[in-house]
């Protein structure tokens, strides 16, 4: 089986390939991008429009949007994580909560996969967490610094490669495996 995986970073499309166990082709494309808090919308969006752009290829295609969705601010940013921390960083995430209240948060990934009919299907991963009082650690990117998985005591940047067994994105990924298990067992 092969699939089509909508991203510019190369180490992303190899470390998933890994996680579904299928090959992978990468398409680098500038999708147009809903704005909505939630990111099943956004990655639902973005594998229709990858899709045509595509031509509408006889391989599925898979898109994926992610962001973290604290809980104090109703799921905000949400899918809007990247612009929010462009905006402000991690320092003014965390500067933005109120002392003392809740820091609780949830790193979300959710991966479309738009099927050669056309279909789109979403499967999402999330990891429950809270947010750091300081940015802590050097590695990974975005709000890694600042996101401790329920499961650790480490931030995401912390961890380094460790944070791939068992974070937002492989859980996502491991989801969009078991089902393509299914569906192609069925062929």
């Not at 499309?13 to 909505?36: N, Y």
């Not at 509408?56 to 898979?62: E, G, Q």
């Not at 809980?71 to 003392?100: C, H, I, Q, Y």
Request: hydrophobic share 40%; with cysteine; charged share 30%.
């Amino acid at each position: 089986m092969r699939a089509i995986f909508v991203t510019t970073n190369e180490h992303k499309r190899r470390e998933v390939q890994e996680i579904l166990g299928v090959a992978l082709e990468r398409a680098d494309l500038d999708l147009p991008e809903i704005q909505a808090i939630d990111p099943a919308e956004v990655a639902a969006e973005k594998a229709r429009a990858a899709r045509e752009a595509l031509g509408r290829p006889d391989l599925p295609v898979l898109v994926e949007d992610s962001g973290l969705m604290v809980d104090a601010w109703d799921g905000f940013p949400g899918a809007l994580t990247k612009w929010l921390m462009r905006s402000v960083g991690n320092e003014g995430l965390l500067r933005m909560l109120p002392e003392g209240g809740d820091r609780s948060a949830r790193a979300v990934c959710v991966v479309a996969l738009a099927e050669t009919d056309g279909t789109v299907r979403t499967f999402r991963g999330e990891v429950p967490g809270t947010l750091a009082q300081r940015p802590r650690g050097s590695g990974g990117f975005g709000y890694d610094p600042v996101f401790v998985p329920g499961w650790s005591s480490m931030t995401y940047a912390e961890m380094g490669e460790g944070k791939n067994e068992d974070s937002h994105r492989a859980r996502a990924f491991r989801a969009v495996r078991e089902w393509l298990k299914e569906a192609y067992s069925r062929v």
